[in-house]
């Protein structure tokens, strides 16, 4: 009884205030307060007050806090050909030492670079793609890593494609993957929410 009460004091405040202070009309204002009263019922029927406020405690944490099972990939495409004398400076095994010089630890790969000249030449060369991982990537990384780079080999520019994906280890134990599908459960979280929510310390 308390509840439909309530529910009509809402309905007569909604269409009061649809009608003063937005200017709707007495039919109108009847019809939106009913649609707005009823998608707020329907919108918070399964609503927890404190489970809201556990979520959003933890999800606060997670802003600070980095995800210790994530880090950056950045992919580094390199030519090897010289720009202005077209040729070679370093066999391949040199030019991998030398991008192991600038990047410290990475993964090379072989690979072909295509690109056609201002002349409407197409070009082959011989190219790297190194692939660095870092926990947290410092400020002009990849401006100033490039640009050793573009010194080094001599090229125009050197491709770099940062934050494309996040690298996953996958090595959660069984405890730990039952606790995150228990969250998941419970709080009706995806996995990446919930092991998000798990590493911030809920």
Known sequence: ??????KSLKNYYAKCVLRNKFGLSGDL??????LMLNFY???????DPEKAKHYRNAA???MMDPRP???AKIDFYIGLMDKDTKSYHYTKEQAKQKVFEVLGDCTITDATGCYTNEKGERIIMDTLVATKILERVPKDYQHDTSYKL????????????GNTCEIRY????PETIRYIQDMMDEYDLFWEEAEQAMNAGW
Do not use: G, L, P, R
């Open 150 to 161: 573009k010194e080094i080999f001599n090229q125009s520019s050197i491709i770099n494609a």
């Open 170 to 173: 996958n090595n959660e134990s």
């Open 1 to 6: 009884m308390e509840q439909q009460e309530e």
């Open 41 to 47: 019922d329907k919108f918070f029927e399964n609503f």
């Open 60 to 62: 606060s944490n997670m």
């Open 69 to 71: 099972n994530y880090n």
């Open 29 to 34: 204002a009847e019809v939106v307060s009913k």
